[in-house]
């Protein structure tokens, strides 16, 4: 009875229409991540640029739409000079984009002009750490594979073991759903999915994999946590519904932001020095 009555907490229609998203989505993000370049780019730049207009619209719900349309072409050109040139070039860029941004958000009286602009580095930043990610030689593609492993499987474990075990709210006053079960449940599953991957794509120290695993899992979710501050603060359930049963497309990469910027740095630091794939 405890079972069905676990079972019982899951929206079967929601769950439905999530696994439908889930089906078209994550093959176009791996066939993405296996051919690289402008292909990889291109998804990148589109999921980054649709998450910031969405991003814009949670931090300033009233912003003008000249500031808008312009902040969103920085993105853009910022992430081009990413694919085309430089992801360290484009980093460059979005320095200078930040600060232009906020002049120009404070100028038209937009609200919440520093957080306008803190939609550059945020969405801006995590797209050049991937392109960078996956552009590390002999190995790009493996790297950006066990992140998504990770990332998923947080998603998927936090969701499953939220709804069937219940239990103690993580943070009710942000998000009121998430539960420690869910959290611990996330850490999990994404230590198992990451193992894999790292064991399936030749990772030469899977001690590294598992201790990068646990922590991909906990930035992941602190993403979540943060964009959820947000949608909590602007009184919305989802950053927008462009995808059937997930939100909005910032609902789907909020993890990832986070984890993606920690994988590279882990990457361009530790992770050299170590020879750990």
């Given at each position: 009875m405890r079972l069905l009555s676990a079972f019982q907490r899951f929206d079967t229609t929601n769950l439905r229409l999530r696994?439908?998203?889930?089906?078209?989505?994550?093959?176009?993000?791996?066939?993405?991540?296996?051919?690289g370049g402008i292909v990889f780019g291109a998804v990148i730049t589109g999921a980054v640029t649709i998450g910031f207009y969405e991003w814009l619209r949670l931090v300033a719900p009233q912003i003008q739409p000249r500031t808008a349309g312009i902040a969103c072409a920085m993105l853009v050109t910022l992430m081009a000079a990413g694919v085309l040139l430089s992801p360290y070039f484009g980093a460059a860029l979005a320095a200078i984009f930040t600060l232009v941004l906020f002049f120009l958000s404070a100028r038209e009286r937009d609200e919440g002009a520093g957080w306008v602009a803190f939609g550059i580095p945020y969405l801006g930043g995590s797209g050049l750490a991937l392109l960078a990610l996956r552009a590390t030689p002999g190995h790009g593609a493996a790297l950006i594979f066990f992140l998504l492993a990770v990332v998923w499987g947080t998603d998927v474990g936090a969701f499953l073991i939220g709804c069937l075990v219940g239990g103690p709210k993580l943070a009710p006053s942000i998000s009121p759903s998430k539960t420690w079960a869910g959290f611990f449940g996330g850490i999990a599953l994404a230590v198992v999915f990451g193992f894999a991957a790292a064991a399936l794509f030749g990772a030469r120290c899977l001690e590294a994999a598992l201790a990068l695993s646990l922590a991909l899992a906990i930035a992941a979710q602190l993403g979540d946590l943060f964009e959820s501050y947000f949608k909590r603060r602007s009184g919305v359930k989802e950053s927008g519904d462009l995808i059937p049963g997930h939100g909005g497309v910032l609902d789907r990469i909020d993890g990832l932001v986070f984890a993606g910027v920690l994988a590279y740095l882990f990457q361009a630091t530790l992770g050299e020095q170590m020879n750990w794939w």
């Open positions: 696994m439908i998203s889930a089906a078209i989505m994550a093959p176009v993000a791996l066939l993405a991540v296996y051919f």
